[in-house]
């Protein structure tokens, strides 16, 4: 009995400090104000903070640079500064005008998460107050290429160009994965660190969700005539292959390119800064 309850407590603590290094490797968490502030001084590029009200919910946004309009959406688990690097940086900030911000169940935003269709609308709203009157770049990694995938389909006019970096689309890839539908169970973490788990918990029912959701719009998807280009990586272990398979399937050719990085993982904003690079300062 003892040893059961010995065997426990180290089960416990390992996946305490499993979730405490996906945190670090997703970027999940919130940065500190004063990490945004040291990295955006480093380039002395201006931004902005604010929030902006969708019915129930309080949408954190920060702006910067001065260009073209580029909408940024992370994916899931995820926050906005996934993307504070990149604001930062004075060739992007040249090139474009930037936002970013926190999806619904996420960091700063308030008024917990919504649904796939929900957060397609709350884009919609962000891109529309941000930059009105204006057709814009979206930019969406993993669950957030979803969303961006179904920003051109819902709402082409204000969309110039969608790039997406292994993003979620295959709802059968995507069905069926052991460790998605564990993740959703293993609600007593919560209880030994709840500002850790929560992000985890959000993304489990997103992803959890994801596939009946995604289901809604596939025979609308070739209809979509925004150009549309997706990058993805060979060592992507958590988004498969068969995202590639199903966009060439489900989009019209005329509108669709994709690239296939050796050797790439997943996390592709966080780890992988000269694919961001070459996408959007090369385009």
Known sequence: MILIIFLSILVLFALFFVLILLLTHFRVY??????????????STTYIEGAITSK?????????????????????????????DYQAANEFAEKY?????????????????????????IAHEVLTTQFPNKKV??????????????????YPEVVE?????????????????????LSQRISFISYIAPFIAYPFRVSAKEIYAFP???????????????????????????VPMSNITFAKTHFDSTILTTE?????????PQHYPEVIKKALLEK
């Open 30 to 43: 919130v940065l500190q104000s004063s990490k945004i502030k040291e990295t955006f001084k480093k380039t």
């Open 56 to 84: 129930d919910h309080s949408i954190f946004y920060r702006q910067s640079g001065n260009g073209l309009p580029l909408l940024f959406i992370h994916g899931s688990p995820g926050s906005a500064d996934v993307f504070v």
């Open 97 to 121: 005008t930037m936002v970013t911000y926190d999806r619904p169940g996420y960091g700063r935003t308030s008024g917990g998460m919504c649904s796939l269709a929900q957060q397609v609308q």
């Open 137 to 154: 770049i979206i930019v969406g990694h993993s669950y957030g290429g979803t969303i961006a995938a179904l920003l051109a389909l819902e």
């Open 161 to 181: 160009q969608v790039i997406l970096f292994a993003p979620m689309l295959d709802p059968i890839g995507e069905e069926g994965k052991w460790w998605k539908r």
């Open 212 to 238: 009946n959701a995604i289901r809604l719009y596939i025979d609308r998807l070739k209809t979509i005539r925004i150009p549309i280009k997706i990058i993805m990586g060979t060592r992507d272990f958590l």
């Open 260 to 268: 296939i990085i050796p050797g790439m993982s997943h996390f592709i």
